[in-house]
């Protein structure tokens, strides 16, 4: 917003009275935004205009939200940790779901002063004690999304200390919050049928925010200092979180709910975050597909994508078609230079700037496994589809309402030994053994990684490594496990399908890339074997289909899609406060979606003005999981929060 004096207050009641011109509404120093001196009315008229009465801001009930303050006599402490909690606090007035719009909150007993008023404990927050390095007031804020293909969360409902430990010594105050899933669901009480899928996740994570600082005057921790955390469809949902805050999107869905737009004296409430860290993100589903097909998909002649198949063709087409995505976002490197993907034979568009950034990628990835392993070393193909945020106690108590798999202990490598998954999202959730492989020397793996064709080089004196090309990184270490239609199925079977379902339509189709292709090629793809011609009908059909609250399907696609905000060329830029710490994970070998995905939102936030800093980490030797270089995700995780409140602090 460079030319204008727009405070950020002023800023988010622009976005929440839904204005579409948020930003041209803000008065520079020198006269309305976009106009030159020149172009300026005259001094007289300028002066009479100033003398009109402004119209009064319109008035807010400031009871309107009353029932939403927290409790400050319901507080329960665990005596042999030093803990206080509150379990199953509704954060919203009217909730489709009581199952999982609730969330609970832990607490360092340092940050408040007790009174034991019987089974409970009366609490203010006591401003003069430490944590680690933090006050009451300085504390960040951790929220987690504990569900890695976006099944409905649960907040705890028994406390259990296991897990919270790290965050909560380090003085962190820990937010675990629940929200309905990817699909519609029922009330098990007998409560009805509620909505789920695309945004309500995020509508409810949202809601929650806005609780914790509807009570901030009372709650310990920074309000301010909000951080999400999220592996998967989750760490996209952590992704969409920091990307999107306050806006003007999600308003009627927040008011559909009853949650809260300002505070008991009127002020208007945000639900923008501090900092957005993420395992693996999935998310960008308009060209996801595309993506998967450019950078794994045209490297296969196998099974969906083996030659005479209509779906072969569908593949080579979506290839082709995210070269010309990406020529038109726009991305540029740290140097400001544009990067863009070029026209070859052969392999799709397998040149050009993008194509050597994501190159270099690769190869500064296997460059810091080297720098960083001993040999002997372990490697075991690795694939979690539903991997517990670090430290999550809900796991331990009441359970997160998703088949998680528990990676709080042990550092990367035991990870890695210990933990295998077979199937993909697209067909299933079950756990499968597979073999792992011990190297003993670094000349070993090297000579394994290229047994039928030299395409790794290892420069042991230079301590580097290059790769022949991304296919044939492709061929060896990041096949396309998926058939094509990774995430937009011909059968609608994804997860992704369910998460742009509608109520009673709990699967749908959602690309306009996919549905544009199929138009286009049907005269060809029939030729082929196994093409149906309803599939066009399908398609068409389904993107039609509109929510609950008349919104279409491309508006909901960009309502979970963080480059939907952050880039230029999209239609959401400008419209929203995204947050100003990232850090961004990826196990390199995973196959549930492309290096594109995790690249391209990284380029995003690194070229973003709101943005501060972005910690992006492709992991050589790691797949599906909770990726680290080295150490565990927690105690990394916590160090990166308080890294980044004393950056802030420093400012």
């Known amino acids: 917003m460079d030319g204008t004096s727009c405070t950020r207050r002023e800023f988010v009641s622009l976005l ?12 520079g120093q020198d006269g309305p935004q976009g106009l030159s001196a020149d172009e300026q009315p005259p001094k007289e008229q300028r002066e ?28 329960k402490f665990d005596s042999d940790n030093g ?7 509704p954060y919203c007035l009217d909730p489709a779901s009581e199952t999982y719009e609730s969330l609970a909150i832990f607490v360092p007993g340092a940050y408040l002063t007790a009174e034991e008023n019987g089974r409970t404990y009366s609490c203010t927050v006591n401003e003069r004690t430490t944590v680690g390095t933090f006050t009451a007031r300085t504390a960040p804020v951790v929220m987690p999304i504990n569900s890695g293909t976006l099944n409905a969360q649960v907040s705890p409902t028994s406390y259990s200390y296991a897990g919270l ?31 789920g899928g695309d945004p309500w996740p995020v509508v409810d994570f949202k809601a ?28 996209g949902m952590s992704a969409i979180m920091g990307a999107s805050g306050d806006s003007a999107l999600y308003a009627p869905y927040l008011e559909e709910i009853g949650a809260a737009t300002h505070d008991a004296e009127g002020e208007p409430l945000s639900d923008a975050t501090f900092g957005s860290a993420s395992w693996c993100p999935v998310t960008s589903f308009d060209a996801a597909d595309a993506a998967y097909e450019w950078m794994m998909g045209q490297y296969v002649d196998t ?75 372990t490697y075991t193909p690795q694939h979690v589809l539903n991997a517990s945020f670090p430290g999550d106690p809900a796991l331990r108590s009441a359970g997160s309402g998703s088949a998680d798999v528990d990676m709080a202990t042990g550092d990367a490598s035991a990870q890695a030994a210990g933990m295998a998954m077979g199937e993909s999202p697209r067909h299933g959730e079950g756990m499968t053994q597979v073999q792992s492989v011990v190297y003993n020397t670094q000349s070993d793996y090297v000579n394994d990684l290229n047994a039928d064709a030299w395409w790794l080089t290892f420069n042991e004196t230079r301590a580097t490594v290059r790769i022949s090309s991304i296919g044939d990184f492709v061929r060896h270490l990041k096949d396309a496990a998926k058939d094509v239609g990774a995430f937009d199925a011909p059968d609608r079977s994804t997860v992704v399908n369910q998460l742009f379902g509608v109520d009673d339509n709990g699967s749908l189709h959602f690309s306009g890339m996919m549905r544009d292709l199929i138009i286009r090629g049907s005269a ?9 011609a309803t599939l066009v009908h399908d398609w068409t059909g389904d993107l039609d289909v509109v929510d609950s609250l008349g919104t279409d399907m491309q508006t909901r696609m960009g309502m979970f899609d963080p480059l939907y905000f952050l880039l230029d060329a999209c239609e959401g830029a400008g419209t929203s406060v995204v947050a100003p ?23 995003a936030l690194s070229s973003h003005e709101q943005v501060t800093d972005v910690a992006f980490t492709p992991v050589w030797g790691q797949g599906h999981v909770l990726a680290e270089v080295s150490g565990t995700a927690e105690a990394n995780l916590v160090a990166w929060i308080v890294g980044c409140c004393e950056e802030n602090k420093s400012k």
Request: charged content about 20%; overall charge negative; hydrophobic content about 40%.
């Open 208 to 235: 929650a925010v806005r609780y914790l600082r509807y009570n901030a005057a009372v709650l310990p921790g920074s309000m301010d200092r909000i951080f999400t955390c999220g592996f998967s469809m989750g760490g």
């Open 524 to 532: 060809t793809y029939a030729k082929a074997d196994g093409f149906d």
């Open 48 to 75: 009479v205009e100033s003398e009109v009465e402004e119209p009064a801001e319109p008035e807010v009930d400031l009871d309107e939200f009353k029932k939403l303050a927290i409790d400050m006599g319901a507080w």
């Open 581 to 603: 710490h990232w850090r961004v994970n990826s196990g390199l070998f995973q196959t549930d979606t492309s290096l594109c995905t995790e690249a391209n939102l990284a380029l």
């Open 165 to 195: 430990e790290g965050y909560l010594k380090a003085g962190f105050v820990y937010v675990y919050a629940g929200f309905r899933g990817r699909t519609a669901g029922f009330e098990s009480a007998g409560g009805g049928a509620y909505s």
């Open 16 to 27: 929440t009275a839904g204005s579409a011109l948020a930003v041209a509404g803000c008065v």
């Open 303 to 377: 099974g969906s994508r083996a030659d005479g198949t209509w779906t072969r063709l569908l593949s080579r087409d979506l290839a082709v078609a995210y070269g010309d995505y990406i020529n038109e976002l726009g991305f540029r490197d740290a140097g400001g230079q544009p990067l863009a993907l070029d026209e070859t034979s052969g392999e799709i568009f397998a040149d050009g700037t993008y194509y050597a950034y994501l190159v270099n990628l690769i190869q500064d990835s296997a460059t810091a496994f080297f720098e960083n392993t001993p040999f002997p070393y």
């Open 83 to 89: 803990i206080f909690y509150q379990l199953g606090i």
